[in-house]
């Protein structure tokens, strides 16, 4: 797996050599200044504390006074889920926190399925802002509002819900049914604190990478917005190539179409480059991430 992720990789660099070359793509930020590419590494780098931090307070007991190694574990997660194709990366999840913090297997996949609900919930309503802000509509941010709330009111209803699943599943899917309902949040006030979390961590890597292609590929807010969650969602669903080559860029090329921008000629090719790029700054947090988390794992 670790060849064939290198080959794509290679085979993928040349494309980008053949069709217009790294130093084009590579001098769109110096037209838009690398102070620019800086702010947004470091706030990238910070969307990976947050996420570090709600894990740290999801699971208290297990995870007290080790932050430095628990964000190097997130860290290592992330980057497997970057760098192996269709979120093979994800079972490291659970695994390591056996190791590291002795939290049981299915614990840690109940927990972590309800965490990608959570994500993907705040990923959409992110995405969603852009949408509302282009039509400047009360309908449009009505609607928005409305499924921004959704996961509050999924969880008020959570035990109604469990125990109609209950009556309906067959006994051998009750106990799956009870590990799912044990990874969601103790009470209202862990759940406030997760949900919060999430949609600040998502809220923050979407504004960041909608403001990136909207500086490098000169689009509007709905399109940038647009081409954000289509990158993001390339990665989320189990549909990505190893390390997000050709996915990742088609998907924030797709989702900026679909939200209005340039189908052809000049406006299509700077979208192009801008996808590109972007993507070279989500791998480049990755690592720049990991490499800081195995400095204070180790001053831990």
Do not use: C
Not at 61 to 71: D, N, S, V
Not at 88 to 108: I, Y
């Amino acid at each position: 797996m670790t060849l064939g992720t290198v080959a794509i990789i290679l085979v993928y660099a040349a494309f980008i050599q053949g069709v217009w070359g790294w130093q084009s793509v590579v001098s769109l930020w110096s037209d838009a200044g690398w102070g620019s590419a800086a702010i947004a590494l470091a706030l990238l780098l910070g969307t990976y504390v947050l996420r570090t931090w709600r894990i740290y307070d999801y699971f208290p007991a297990e995870t007290g006074g080790r932050f430095g190694t628990l964000l190097r574990l997130v860290q290592v997660h992330n980057l497997l889920n970057i760098m192996l194709p269709f979120r093979t990366g994800e079972a490291s999840f659970p695994l390591l926190m056996k190791r590291e913090f002795g939290l049981g297997v299915a614990r840690g996949t109940a927990a972590l399925l309800v965490m990608r609900l959570f994500d993907l919930h705040a990923l959409l309503a992110a995405a969603g802002t852009g949408l509302a802000l282009q039509t400047g509509k009360p309908w449009a941010w009505a609607l928005w509002l409305a499924f921004l709330i959704l996961p509050a009111i999924a969880f008020a209803l959570r035990k109604h819900a469990f125990r109609l699943a209950a009556k309906a599943l067959p006994n051998k899917a009750k106990k799956l049914l009870d590990e799912v309902e044990a990874g969601l949040p103790l009470d209202a006030k862990a759940f406030a604190r997760a949900w919060g979390a999430t949609l600040i961590n998502w809220f923050t890597k979407i504004a960041v990478l909608a403001w990136v292609l909207g500086l490098l590929g000169d689009l509007s807010i709905a399109a940038s917005f647009g081409g954000a969650l289509g990158g993001e969602l390339s990665s989320v669903l189990p549909v990505h190539a190893p390390a997000g080559v050709g996915t990742y860029p088609a998907g924030i090329t797709a989702g900026a179409i679909a939200f209005g921008a340039g189908t052809a000629g000049l406006p299509l090719e700077e979208l192009g480059q801008a996808a590109v790029n972007t993507h070279l700054l989500v791998i480049v947090s990755s690592l720049a991430g990991t490499a800081l988390s195995l400095l204070m794992a180790k001053r831990g």
